[in-house]
T-cell receptor
Framework: KQEVTQIPAALSVPEGENLVLNCSFTDSAIYNLQWFRQDPGKGLTSLLL?????REQTSGRLNASLDKSSGRSTLYIAASQPGDSATYLC???????????FGAGTRLAVHP | NAGVMQNPRHLVRRRGQEARLRCSPVKGHSHVYWYRQLPEEGLKFMVYLQKENIIDESGMPKERFSAEFPKEGPSILRIQQVVRGDSAAYFC??????????????FGQGTRLTVV
């Protein structure tokens, strides 16, 4: 059974810092992995999708890496801004059809 | 270019009533997924549907819950005889494909169900 752990659970930083959010999963037989952000009381916004054959994906200030064999993914946020404040969720697809298993998330607060 | 649309955004039901949650996927997407987020818990997969077919309902409670995605119209998640423990945020997601490169799931804003 796939289990996903995200570290740290919460993070509070001044703006401008480069951040590292970690995700580990117990079953390395995944099809892909998605990173999302969730704002309080809102839905999920897809940030990056990494296929199982890829090592990383980049979008703007975000970079996600995937080490499938060791069951780890990392989300890097460069030059953080207050608008980045949200909960970040990691979700590997273990079923091959968006059967996503979510971690509890990292709650990020970036203060001016 | 509308994303996934869910309605209502908030729904209040008394114990024993029925709740019907609607989801219109992104135009052109034929794969729909429902997830539930209980208070203070992570999102959990409930069901995966592809036009008129239920593909995987392994995350659905065995009783009172059902889902459909008809040929025409939105996907519906139906909860009969609601109980307080059904209070949660229910999220719908859609994707253009379930395998290959186009599998990215796009989520709606969710329906927050409160059972009183």
């Amino acid at each position: 059974k796939q289990e996903v752990t995200q570290i740290p659970a919460a993070l509070s930083v001044p703006e401008g810092e480069n951040l590292v959010l970690n995700c580990s999963f117990t079953d390395s037989a995944i099809y892909n992995l998605q990173w999302f952000r969730q704002d309080p009381g809102k839905g999920l916004t897809s940030l990056l999708l990494i296929q199982s054959s890829q090592r990383e994906q980049t979008s703007g200030r975000l970079n996600a890496s995937l080490d499938k064999s060791s069951g780890r993914s990392t989300l890097y946020i460069a030059a953080s801004q207050p608008g980045d404040s949200a909960t970040y969720l990691c979700a590997p697809d273990s079923g091959g059809y968006n059967k996503l298993i979510f971690g509890a998330g990292t709650r990020l607060a970036v203060h001016p | 270019n509308a994303g996934v649309m869910q309605n209502p955004r908030h729904l209040v039901r008394r114990r024993g009533q029925e709740a019907r949650l609607r989801c219109s996927p992104v135009k052109g997407h034929s794969h729909v997924y429902w997830y539930r987020q209980l208070p203070e818990e992570g999102l959990k997969f409930m069901v995966y549907l592809q036009k008129e077919n239920i593909i995987d309902e392994s995350g659905m409670p065995k009783e009172r819950f059902s889902a459909e995605f008809p040929k025409e119209g939105p996907s519906i998640l139906r909860i009969q005889q609601v109980v307080r423990g059904d209070s949660a945020a229910y999220f719908c997601a859609s994707s253009p494909s379930a395998q290959g490169a186009d599998t990215e799931a796009f989520f709606g804003q969710g329906t927050r169900l409160t059972v009183v």
